[in-house]
């Protein structure tokens, strides 16, 4: 079985695989959302902005960062509570190839004895170990102990 609620100590590190956001990844999250941002699909038009060239959408690089966490929650995830504190520092663009790393805020113990709630923030990092995106996600998660 994969990690529980007891698994999450404050010392706890997590840190994912790499992944290149690809040109494919920006147009068709683009697509499938139904972005027509210029900024993301227009490299003419993105030429001409502050950041000199497209950018990937901020749900883009949330998707992939929880996508590439998702074996921190296969077996325990009973619910996600909340997302706090989201703030992107750096521009992803396609190309660029980033990183999850995932640390323990804090957990606590609820009423209910077969779980807890666990405060994870995920700090995203790209190929220069610059951080690009950093959110606090809180979690009903099960207890080994617990569980009935």
């Known amino acids: ?30 697509a499938l959302v139904g972005y027509h941002v210029p900024l993301f699909i227009d490299e003419h038009y993105a030429r001409t902005t502050s950041f000199g060239g497209r950018i990937c959408p901020s749900h883009l690089i949330m998707s992939i960062s929880t996508g590439m966490t998702e074996s921190l929650f296969r077996d325990g995830i009973m619910g996600m509570l909340g ?5 992107f520092f750096a521009p992803v663009r396609p190309g660029d190839t980033i990183r999850t790393v995932v640390t323990i805020v804090s957990r606590k113990e609820t009423s209910k004895p077969d779980r807890g709630i666990v405060v994870f923030r995920d700090e995203v990092f790209n190929q220069d170990n610059v951080l690009v995106f ?11 102990d617990g569980a009935a």
């Not at 100590?9 to 999250?29: C, G, K, V």
């Open 134 to 144: 950093q959110m606090d996600k809180t979690a009903l998660i099960k207890r080994r």
């Open 83 to 87: 997302l706090d504190g989201g703030r």
């Open 1 to 30: 079985m994969g990690y529980l609620y007891e698994d999450f100590r404050e010392d706890f590190r997590f840190e994912s695989y790499a992944r290149t956001i690809t040109e494919s990844d920006l147009s068709l999250f683009c």
